[in-house]
């Protein structure tokens, strides 16, 4: 080999380290909760329930380049004052954010990250609505951009 590729091959070496990668590690599901605490009585009645959604996404770093991102949903149908069903779930995944530039890290953990989460979150929701008895509930999709966004204008207004 010549000096030149050695030379070449060493740059290509070099490039690569600092290339940054965004990879999934693992996801899974840290927590889930169903309650259907009216049955079987509430399954007789003749409703036209309301549906409560609250999302909160997070993130915490898990090591020099690992972070972990949750998503964590409740979902609450009622009648009047008496709840229907009640679903809390945390999905979480595990992501490798290597060689990022610092300012993406936070846009990375804030909307790329929930973006993966949120499909398998609605598949589980609609999944135990289902198996509690009652008709599936499929989330509207949800943009993150926006949700993270709106996120760092109230923080930085409040600062």
Known sequence: MSDETLAQNDANAQQAENTPVFHVEKLYLKDLSFE??????IFREET???VDF???TGAVQKGPDHFEATLHVTVKMVNGERTLF???LTFAGLFLLRNMPRELIAPMLGIECPSILFPYVRHLVSEMITQGGFRPIVLDPINFSALYHQSRSREQATQ
């Open 48 to 50: 036209e329930p309301q």
């Open 54 to 56: 609250n999302l909160e």
């Open 86 to 88: 009640l679903v809390e």
């Open 36 to 41: 259907n605490p009216n049955a079987p009585e």
